[in-house]
């Protein structure tokens, strides 16, 4: 069984900083993908930065955040991060972490996280 627990969301006034982890553990046998979506209310969720977990870590943004967050992976930890920088009241949302795993049991598939408010204030 996989599990994904996400923490870093909160409160913070506009232009401030907040930084998200999120730590994969459980059966897995490899990771090939990690990414951050984001759903603000009334809104479709949508994605706001990917990173592969190949020696390379493709990385893969979002036009609204490029610039201001910074996607990082510890392959040792099986963790995510999103460093957000210069946040804006428009980054309000839930936070919801993705991971592209194999298990030795069920093989490879598409895992979320629980998912972290993160609220900015003007």
């Known amino acids: 069984q996989v599990q994904l627990v996400e923490s870093g969301g909160g409160l913070v006034q506009a232009g401030g900083s907040l930084r998200l982890s999120c730590a994969a553990s459980?059966?897995?046998?490899?990771?090939?993908?990690m990414a951050w979506y984001r759903q603000a209310p009334g809104k479709q969720r949508e994605l706001v930065a990917s990173?592969?977990?190949?020696?390379?870590?493709?990385?893969n943004y979002a036009d609204s955040v490029k610039g201001r967050f910074t996607i990082s992976r510890d392959n040792a930890k099986n963790t995510v991060y999103l460093q957000m920088n210069s946040l804006k009241p428009e980054d309000t949302a839930v936070y919801y972490c993705?991971?592209?795993?194999?298990?030795?049991?069920?093989?490879?598939?598409?895992?979320w996280g629980q998912g972290t408010q993160v609220t900015v204030s003007s």
């Open positions: 993705n991971v592209d795993l194999s298990t030795q049991e069920t093989g490879r598939g598409d895992y």
């Open positions: 459980g059966s897995i046998f490899s990771i090939n993908a």
């Open positions: 990173i592969t977990t190949t020696s390379g870590g493709y990385t």
